[in-house]
């Protein structure tokens, strides 16, 4: 009877493992899975790069350009895109309410997990990244194109913006006061973590101050990635994390420079550990700049050029 009891605890355990497995990769796609469905009309491929050129350079065929700065953000009010104007260019793009959307990008993915949040925010349904971005898919010698692709308009249907999945200001001081039990992950480099630096060299959005929010913890978003720029495997991601401290136990706020960084730590936290995380799109350039906010700064390196 015992032994019965062991033999189900095992089971349980070992659907629980396959379960974990399975979440982690409904979040991802592979370069080889994309390349296997690049001609299924229900999977619908969207670059969201940085760098000027790189699309037009060469693309995963049948892709479509989305501009970080200009299709996913509002050109006049810093913010996301509007509901109205995401829909439209989502099915521009021929997004169907049952479409696949692979998100794929430069700079280890960067902007297009800052996509993958903006899209959940407005309830897109199946989006997935493609793990390790253009760098996997380029060092494989994968096909690229220069050709624009066309697409049927598509048919898909936003929900209203879901305010769970963004901070505000006031919720990163409210953490930063103890005034509310949600963690913070800053998830820049040490030396901005610590004040050493406002920010990485030839970026020209800088904060007043140097250092980080106080209470935060430090976890650096290329610890999550392995060489190749995948993700690393799910009960790495909770090691790495539950060493300092997030375990999925309290609420998390993710944070960086101006939230792109942060957006591909939020979508290892929600989308492959399952925990409950908001990103801080202000970011330090907002936090930096704010008056009557208190930091930490290890450095001392408080004002800039100083």
Not at 119 to 143: F, P, Q, T
Request: overall charge positive.
């Amino acid at each position: 009877m015992k032994f019965s009891r062991v033999l189900a605890a095992a089971a349980a355990v070992a659907t629980a493992i396959v379960g974990w497995g399975a979440q982690a990769s409904d979040a991802l796609v592979s370069t080889e899975w994309l390349e296997k469905n690049l001609k299924d009309p229900k999977v619908r491929v969207i670059e969201v790069s940085v760098n000027p050129g790189v699309f037009e350079r060469g693309h995963v065929p049948g892709a479509t350009n989305f501009v970080w700065h200009t299709d996913l953000a509002d050109p006049v009010r810093r913010d996301i895109v509007s509901k109205d104007n995401l829909e439209k260019l989502l099915r521009n793009a021929g997004v169907n309410q049952d479409s696949t959307v692979v998100l794929y990008g430069d700079t280890n993915n960067w902007f297009a997990a800052w996509g993958a949040w903006v899209l959940d925010i407005y309830g897109v349904k199946n989006v997935k990244l493609l793990d390790g971005g253009r760098k996997k898919w380029e060092a494989e010698k994968r096909e690229l194109s220069t050709q624009v692709a066309t697409a049927k308009p598509g048919n898909v249907t936003l929900a209203d913006a879901n305010p769970k999945l963004r901070a505000r200001l006031t919720d990163v001081l409210a953490s930063a006061e103890k005034k509310s039990n949600t963690k913070l992950v800053d998830i820049r480099s040490p030396d901005e973590f610590n004040g050493k630096v406002i920010a990485p060299a030839g970026i020209q959005e800088l904060a007043i101050r140097a250092g980080h929010v106080p209470g935060a913890v430090n976890v650096p978003w290329g610890e999550a990635v392995a060489a190749d720029g995948t993700f690393k495997p799910a009960a790495e991601l909770k090691a790495l994390y539950a060493a300092k401290g997030i375990d999925g136990s309290t609420p998390v706020i993710t944070y960086c420079r101006i939230g792109e960084r942060s957006s591909h730590t939020w979508f290892a936290l929600v989308k492959i550990l399952g925990y409950d995380v908001k990103n801080y799109d202000g970011s330090w350039t907002e936090y930096g700049n704010s008056v009557g906010v208190p930091i930490t700064n290890v450095a001392g390196t408080v004002w800039t050029g100083k």
